[in-house]
Each structure stands twice: as structure tokens, then as C-alpha cells.
């Protein structure tokens, strides 16, 4: 059954914008969460089902409950129907939607000892990203899955493993890393020197048993810690990447390209009880037929495409070696009052192929105000492409006042471009406004 939602009401919840969401837990997550919240909304939606449009009214409690390691997360999603009353039965209708209901139950956070989360995941990442960074198993909420990521660090050696349904074989990723000096040398620097081997693989890219389509990444890395301490961190890092898999093209399987980075890793934690910082900065070599990031936020869009073509399909017309930087900031700032992430992506010689991504949060900066924004630019080539709102970015700005501590009217300005007639591939601007009410609770 073919499901679009046409319409949106002035009361909506979207979680402080969709990008910043999905980043959170393993980007700005990654540094811990205390406390719990507690967010909702109510809204409308018109839907087209069997061939007729019925409307809803909808209710949304999204809470994120932490109890010291322990850290739960629920999503419950109600549609009444705006004549009979009745709850909307094909959102119930199967034993597996009930256990929607939990979005995800973690212990610890990533990079700690032990770290474990079962169900949606909102940002998986393995080693420095390399292969797996940003990944979510959620590309819609009526096409989520039950996901693991389980890690272990025993000092001296450790892995990281990320699963994205626990239902099939599709995405299952590892990684594991050796520390030989530990134990052996007291030296400070040398003596957390880290190797490390990657491998991700999706079984499945198309949902279908009966075809043999899968797509692989083989990496290895190497890590050197410079500083470590409870206030400043920092770490040189080396990866490399190999992709393979099979073709729906000419119906064959092979290797593709690889490439490699060079990166520094600097964390500056807690200062002063203000600033909380992370920053990278990687010097990238990518091959033929090419791409780092493979299993990134997109994946589950990318992966297979109606055209009957993979992700891996579109490796094909990478047909130059290419080199170029890549760059991560993200943390906290006035004590967690404002979150922020961003990346930037270029290669040299390449014009025009910047790539921007930029949210922010701060729903406590100010009393009485929140606000958030999301900005992803693509094509960038000059400073002044990437203050240009065009058909190459896709942005959002929320202002929302306190109407009281937990409840929050927004008014949201979004700007992204739609198609100028039905399968045109042609595309303009258009500019929104939207104003919505959001439930928050932190506790």
C-alpha cells in the first residue's frame, strides 16, 4: 500500500529538524548523555491509501529516559482518524509494531568500555569513519528496523560491530583493533599505538532473497594517541578502503576502487564547565571508482534505487584518481546550552565540489527561546556559494518561543526546491513557513 503524506497542520512536531536528530547520538551523543527528555507533538496528516485520501489527526511522544549507564528511548506514534475516531489499524496491525514503540535500548555511550544499543540507530560509526560513519538503520518511521551496535574495549585489544536488523541479513559491519605496545612499553605516546581491521558488508542492498547482490568494504587503519588526558585529546590516524561487489549493471561481481586518509583528531572536553569540542581534519586519496563513507546517513536511501540500480552502480562513473580534505567539528557549548555539527567535504582540482553539512541546537541559550537550524550545501566552489540560498541547499531555521518551560511554538523557515512539473528532473526554489508545537521536557 502506497502511503504519502500531502498535507501538514500549523501543530506538527518534527524534532527540531531532521538532520540535527539524526546526527545526535552518534555524533554529539558521543560524548554522554545525562538526564532524560521528553518530547511530542500533535498534528494532521492527510494520507492516499487504496486509492482514496483519509485525514488523521496525529499524537507523538518521542521520550529519552537515562538512568545512569542505562539509557532508553521510545517513539509513539498515534493517527486517529478524523471521522471514525478510530486509531489508524494498518500501523498496528502486525507483532512487530508493537516493538517499534521502543526506538532503542543502549548501555553507555560510544567510546566507552562497554557499549551496546539495540534497535533504531540513529548514527553508527566504526572506527574513524572511514567505512561506516553516520549510519541510520530509519529511513522513514513506517520502515524502521531492530539494529544492534555492541562494542568492547579490553585495553589492549577491542572491537566494534554494527548490525542493521536483526530480522535478515543485510548491513553487518566489524572492526578490530590491537594496542601491541600495551603492556610490553611504558612510554606514553608509543604505548597506545592501535592497528586495526575493517569489513562491511550488505547482504541484501535490495531486499531480495533470490538475488546475489551483495556490496563489501575492506579496510585497515592504524591510530597514534598524542595527548590524553581529562581536558585535551589528540590523535593522528591513518585509514585505507577497499570496495567490491556485484554489478546489476553487466551482472558481475568485482573489486572497485580504494582510497586512503590521513587525519588528526583533537577533543577538547569540558573547559570550565563552557566548552565541550571535537574537530577532525582528514587529507584524502581516493581512487577510481571510489567513495569513503560507503554506509553514511543515506545509506538505506541510496542503497537501491527504483531504477533497479545499487549504490555500487553509481562507482562506474567515479573514473578519476582524485584527492582532497575532509572536516568534522562538533560538541557542545555554555555548559550543553548549544549543540552544534558540521562537515565539510573538497576535492582539489575538482571545481564546484564542496559539500557542506551544518545544524545547530539550543533550546536553553536564551531564557524563554529556543532555536535550531540545519543547512546542507552542495557544489560549493567560493565563500559566497556557501552564504547563497540556491537550488544546490536545502536549509531550515526555527525560532520558537517558551510558552511555557516545556511547551514551544515554533516558527520554522525552510528553504529547499521542489520538481517544476511531475518527473521533470527539473528543479526550483521554493521557500516554506511553518509554524508548529513542540512538547520538551528535560529531566
Known amino acids: 500500500m502506497k502511503k504519502t503524506v500531502v ?77 471514525s475516531g478510530e486509531i489508524r489499524k494498518e500501523d498496528w496491525d502486525q507483532s512487530y509494531d508493537y516493538f517499534r514503540v521502543v526506538r532503542y535500548i543502549r548501555w553507555g555511550n560510544k567510546l566507552d568500555p562497554v557499549y551496546a544499543r539495540v534497535g533504531t540507530l540513529d548514527a553508527a560509526r566504526l572506527g574513524h569513519g572511514f567505512i561506516v560513519n553516520y ?60 592497528m586495526g581491521a575493517s569489513y562491511a558488508r550488505d547482504f541484501d542492498p535490495d531486499a531480495s532473497i533470490d538475488t546475489d547482490d551483495a556490496a563489501s568494504v575492506f579496510g585497515l587503519d592504524a591510530e597514534l594517541p598524542l595527548f590524553k588526558s581529562g581536558l585535551l585529546n589528540s590523535m593522528l590516524y591513518y585509514d585505507w578502503a577497499q570496495i567490491s561487489g556485484f554489478s546489476t549493471i553487466d551482472s558481475t561481481s568485482k573489486t572497485y576502487g580504494s582510497g586512503q586518509a590521513v587525519g588528526v583528531m583533537v577533543t577538547l572536553g569540558n573547559l570550565a564547565g563552557l566548552i565541550d569540542l571535537s574537530a577532525k581534519l582528514e587529507r584524502r586519496w581516493l581512487g577510481k571508482e571510489f567513495v569513503p563513507s560507503f554506509f553514511n546517513a543515506f545509506y538505506e536511501v541510496e542503497r537501491y534505487q527504483s531504477t533497479g540500480m545499487h549504490k555500487i552502480d553509481y562507482l562506474k562513473g567515479i573514473n578519476e584518481d582524485t584527492k582532497g580534505v575532509f572536516g568534522e567539528l562538533m560538541g557542545n557549548l555554555m555548559g550543553n546550552k548549544v549543540r552544534l555539527l558540521g562537515m565539510f567535504s573538497r576535492l582539489d582540482d575538482v571545481k564546484h565540489s564542496g559539500i557542506l553539512h551544518f545544524a545547530a541546537d539550543a533550546p536553553d541559550a536564551v531564557p524563554a527561546i529556543a532555536a535550531h537550524a540545519t543547512y546542507d550545501k552542495m557544489q560549493i566552489e567560493t565563500v559566497e556559494d556557501v552564504f547563497t540560498l540556491d537550488n544546490r541547499s536545502v536549509a531550515r531555521v ?46
Do not use: C, H
Not at 500549523?10 to 560524548?31: E, H, K, N, P, R
Not at 515554533?410 to 521533470?424: A, F, G, K, L, Q
Open 7 to 83: 498535507l501538514l497542520s500549523l501543530f506538527v512536531l518534527f524534532l527540531t529538524g531532521i538532520s540535527f536528530a539524526q546526527y545526535a547520538d552518534g555524533g554529539l551523543g558521543y560524548m554522554g548523555q545525562e538526564g532524560g527528555l521528553m518530547m511530542g507533538g500533535i498534528g494532521m496528516a492527510v494520507i492516499d491509501e487504496d486509492g482514496g485520501k483519509e485525514t488523521y489527526f496525529t499524537l507523538n511522544f518521542r521520550p529519552e529516559l537515562a538512568f545512569g549507564k542505562l539509557g532508553i528511548g521510545l517513539n509513539v506514534n498515534l493517527l486517529y482518524n478524523a471521522e
Open 135 to 194: 549510519y541510520t538503520n530509519e529511513a522513514s518511521y513506517d520502515n524502521r528496523k531492530i539494529g544492534l551496535a555492541f562494542d568492547l574495549d579490553f585495553g589492549k585489544f577491542g572491537f566494534e560491530t554494527v548490525t542493521s536488523n536483526l530480522g535478515r541479513s543485510e548491513l553487518i559491519a566489524g572492526r578490530g583493533y590491537f594496542r601491541p605496545l600495551t603492556g610490553v612499553v611504558d612510554i606514553p605516546i608509543i604505548k597506545n599505538f592501535a
Open 398 to 443: 526555527g525560532l520558537g518561543y517558551k510558552i511555557k518551560p516545556y511547551l514551544i511554538l515554533y516558527m520554522d523557515y525552510i528553504w529547499t526546491y521542489v520538481e517544476t512539473s511531475p518527473n521533470s528532473k527539473e528543479y526550483k526554489p521554493q521557500e516554506r513557513i511553518e509554524p508548529k508545537l513542540v512538547f520538551s521536557y528535560q529531566f
